[in-house]
């Protein structure tokens, strides 16, 4: 056996000696004074170095006095007071460092467990008008960033977030994902918003808004977002007064109980219908996710509620007409919310216009504008045709969007459904017929079997309720790049729509030159902040991605208007009425590498020529 060295078994000697604690320490610390001590008195008196005013030789005893005293840092009292008062001055001193000692030790300790307390983040808040924040997921960058946007123009903006994390790393996280939140303060909390007492932490009941976020593993987060919801309904502290709530639901089965908990004072957002009947109507009409993503979050145009006394007796069209930089899209009668009324519909006495802009700002009447009938187009629409599509994985949401998209479909299309896990029941369709295969569409020859340019649609759906967000984006991905070159080799464009979990990944797919990416995290992410920040677009966005009532289409402008005329886009809303629709916007044809342009409420003075492979973003039931 190797011999240790003096070095190793120094060290296991000093850790055995710490290991007995203070007294040892104390007892080691003791050895080392003394020892230094001697060795400069041996030192002083080989070398005979002189002390100042000290004639002749230096008593031993004397010189290792001296340096004890200047080891310990205190003044020697003078030769003549003798001994014992020099002895009696050092055992004052030595207990003078233990007491100084102690009380630098006890203001210290009391210190960092002030900070420590701190750090834990259960202070409560002092805030008002503030976004609380119940819990926290993986929509929480999305959430927190959307509402920074949201408050660029409000005065002391601030979000507290109240989830069962460790402060510190809650903050780092959110540094790390939202860099720059401008004038917005990001206030994190530790606690359990199922907790009544932790609740009071974040002040939610001085708050303008509260965000409910499930948890996306362990249990049901569809119990925990109620119970949240029932802690906040039901507190014993709560104030007279009306909150504003929105959460997420998963299940659809839940949302009943939800409501009854929430009463009319929380919004839910059931994310997988959201999610499935975006995806359908997406497939079906390129560029559409687009248009959703600029409509949702705060980067772009957003939607307004403005009263307009001066056009009280004016019909629905007129309204259009009077404002030249934003876009009107309905009217709002009470608490019923009309998209796309008929043209002829009279704006009445205490209702309020729907309107999409850029900033409130842009939202002011102006000089009614004159629409161009003679360039109006009478273009017939074509009917609806039977159509195919191929749908390639499977999850929560796939009955919401075959549900929205029969009823799309004309009578006699069909549906394939290509999936590694078993498939949910689908409902009853009329419009359309299922066909459901086991099958990894990840494969090549699985995927050349299916001859997807064969299809008129191509869907390729997440599995995220089997696999985690990477390894189901993984999936996707390599789906997507198989098509793209099945796509490239037989010279045949087909519409493809796919869904990906995380916003990282869409970047990464965007490689593929997909028609469209939907990330289902993000657009429920920006819905629910758009809630949080108006209670009213609840019921917005209830008609506008719902089968039923109203929807967003990108239709070809020349349906709307004469190809090769230059148009103001009054003409445009004037081509659009005669269809039935509101017409809120255009999309560029692309033209080589350059990308469609998506443009909502354009100025209405401005003129372009459009062509038939430009689009017009019109609002319609059919």
């Known amino acids: 056996m190797k011999r240790p060295k003096f070095r190793e078994r120094f060290k296991y000697w000093f850790d055995g000696l710490m290991g007995h604690g203070t007294g040892a320490m104390l007892g080691f610390l003791a050895l080392v004074v003394a020892v230094v001590v001697a ?12 002390v100042a005013d000290v004639e002749g030789d230096q008593p031993v005893g004397q010189v ?40 630098i030790g006890i203001v210290s300790g009391g210190f960092d467990a002030k900070v420590a307390e701190l750090r834990k983040g259960r202070s409560t808040v002092i805030e008002s008008g503030h976004t609380v924040i119940l819990g926290w997921n993986s929509k929480i960058a999305s959430i927190v960033s959307g509402l920074c946007l949201a408050n660029a123009s409000a005065r002391h903006p601030a979000i507290v977030i109240l989830a069962e994390m460790d402060k510190v790393k809650m903050e780092d996280e959110i540094r790390d994902k939202v860099p720059d939140p401008g004038r917005t303060r990001i206030i994190c909390r530790s ?25 996306e593993s362990g249990g049901d987060p569809d119990a ?5 919801a029932l802690a906040l309904m039901r507190h014993p502290k709560r104030p007279e007064g009306t909150l504003h709530i929105v959460g997420q639901i998963h299940d659809s089965k839940n949302l009943e109980v939800a409501r009854l908990v929430g009463e009319d004072q929380a919004k839910w957002v059931l994310a997988s219908e959201r999610v499935g009947q975006i995806t359908a109507q997406t497939s079906r009409q390129p560029g559409l996710s687009a248009v959703y993503v600029d ?3 705060f980067g772009g145009v957003e939607m307004y509620f403005t009263s307009q006394p001066g056009l009280v007796g004016r019909t629905y069209f007129d309204a259009q007409l009077s404002f030249a930089a934003s876009a009107v899209v309905g009217i709002m009668s009470g608490d019923r919310v009309l998209l796309n009324p008929p043209a002829d519909t009279v704006y009445g006495e205490g209702d309020r216009l729907i309107v999409i802009a850029e900033d409130d700002s842009a939202v002011f009447l102006t000089e009614p504008g004159v629409p161009d009938s003679q360039a109006v187009s009478k273009t017939k629409a074509l009917r609806a045709q039977h159509e195919k599509t191929l749908v390639l994985g499977s999850n929560s949401s796939l009955p919401h969007m075959l549900r929205e998209l029969n009823e799309y479909a004309a009578p006699g299309s069909s549906a394939t459904i290509v999936s590694e896990f078993p498939v949910a029941n689908l409902g009853r369709l009329t419009n359309l017929k299922t066909t459901v295969t086991q099958g990894n569409a990840a494969d090549r020859a699985t995927l050349d079997g299916l001859k997807p340019t064969s299809y008129d649609h191509v869907i390729v759906v997440a599995y995220s309720d089997n696999l985690g967000v990477q390894e189901a984006d993984t999936k996707t991905l390599v789906t997507l790049l198989h098509l793209r070159d099945i796509m490239s080799r037989e010279g045949v464009r087909v519409n493809v729509v796919s869904e990906m979990l995380d916003e990282r990944n869409r970047r990464l797919a965007e490689v593929t030159r997909i028609d469209d990416f939907i990330v289902s995290d993000h657009l429920v992410s920006l819905m629910m902040t758009q809630i949080s920040e108006n ?22 402008a020349d349906w709307y208007v004469t190809p090769g005329v230059e148009v103001d886009f009054y003409t445009v809303l004037a081509g659009a009425k005669s269809r039935g629709a509101t017409a809120i916007g255009y999309v560029t044809a692309p033209m080589g590498e350059e990308q469609p342009r998506v443009v909502l409420s354009p100025l209405k003075t401005d003129r372009r020529t459009y062509s038939r492979d430009d689009r017009v973003i019109v609002l319609t039931e059919v």
């Open 39 to 50: 060795v400069d008195a041996i030192v002083i008196l080989l070398l005979n170095i002189k």
């Open 64 to 103: 290792i006095w001296t340096n004890l005293v200047r080891t310990l840092g205190v003044d020697d009292p003078s030769p003549e007071t003798g001994w014992p008062f020099r002895v009696a001055m050092l055992i004052v001193t030595v207990i003078g460092v233990f007491i100084a000692a102690n009380l």
């Open 191 to 215: 606690g359990s918003p199922l907790d009544q007492d932790d609740l009071l932490i974040a002040s939610p009941f001085a708050a303008k808004s509260v965000i409910i976020l499930s948890p």
């Open 224 to 228: 925990r977002s109620i119970k949240t």
């Open 295 to 297: 409509l949702l979050d």
């Open 535 to 556: 209670p009213h677009l609840s019921a917005v966005f209830g008609d506008l991605f719902g089968s039923e009532g109203c929807e967003i289409y990108v239709r070809p």
